[in-house]
């Protein structure tokens, strides 16, 4: 079920965010554009107690010449995971992300993000790859970022998390919580096949190392 694009919703309800007691680790798949799917085999992974967090990678550099950014896989109790169509990209769609502000912490501007994008404050952090993941721009693209962001960034390297979500779906608002400008033009829950299938070609591989790494939370 998608949802248009309409007036600014009531936020019904809100709660602060949480975070789970195991952090989920993998080690990075081969990221080419034909590497194979798998939700259901997960190598190299280990679950961090909570009392272990504060040795997390999250702060680690990001790989040189690539822009900081969070990616948010938001699911709901169904285990569907939220995707929303770009205004500026026709038939392309994505999950939440965005940029890591300065000395902010990657956990934070990923609660950050969801807020400012979707308008959701109900949801809590399940699990996290705490490694960067990282995508090159295409020509034309980063030559469009670039420009827009004063910058010469070769790609992204992101961190994500997975966020389950616990409001009602009138919370969901595309015009996010009014700070930023709206980037989705609609939204729908969508299995992990369909967003790498929705998603543009240049984050098809990432895509699919997050859908690999958060599968034990999402079957």
């Not at 965005?98 to 952090?125: C, H, K, M």
């Not at 990282?134 to 961190?159: C, I, M």
């Not at 966020?163 to 992990?192: A, H, I, Q, Y």
Request: net charge negative; proline share 8%; charged share 25%.
């Amino acid at each position: 079920m998608a949802f248009l694009l309409c007036g600014r919703f009531l936020l019904v309800s809100s709660c602060s965010f949480s975070l789970h007691p195991f952090q989920l680790l993998s080690h990075p798949t081969p990221s080419s554009p034909n590497y194979p799917i798998n939700f259901t085999k997960i190598t190299n992974l280990s679950l961090l107690h909570r009392k272990q967090l504060r040795s997390s990678s999250s702060m680690e550099a990001a790989p040189e010449g690539y822009r900081r950014n969070v990616g948010i896989c938001l699911i709901n109790p169904s285990k569907k995971i939220f995707a929303a169509s770009r205004l500026d990209v026709p038939d392309s769609w994505q999950m939440p992300q965005g940029g890591i502000d300065g000395n902010e912490v990657p956990r934070d501007a990923a609660i950050r993000e969801l807020r400012e994008e979707t308008g959701v404050t109900s949801a809590e952090v399940l699990a996290e790859v705490p490694h960067w993941l990282t995508y090159d721009f295409p020509p034309n693209v980063r030559e469009s970022l670039n420009h827009r962001w004063g910058a010469d960034w070769k790609g992204q390297a992101q961190k994500w998390f997975l966020l389950k979500f616990n409001g009602k779906e009138e919370e969901v608002n595309l015009l996010g919580d009014g700070t930023e400008k709206p980037e989705f033009g609609e939204w729908s829950w969508l299995s992990p096949e369909e967003v790498i299938d929705r998603a543009v070609d240049f984050k098809k591989p990432v895509y699919k190392e997050v859908m690999a790494a958060f599968s034990p939370y999402l079957h």
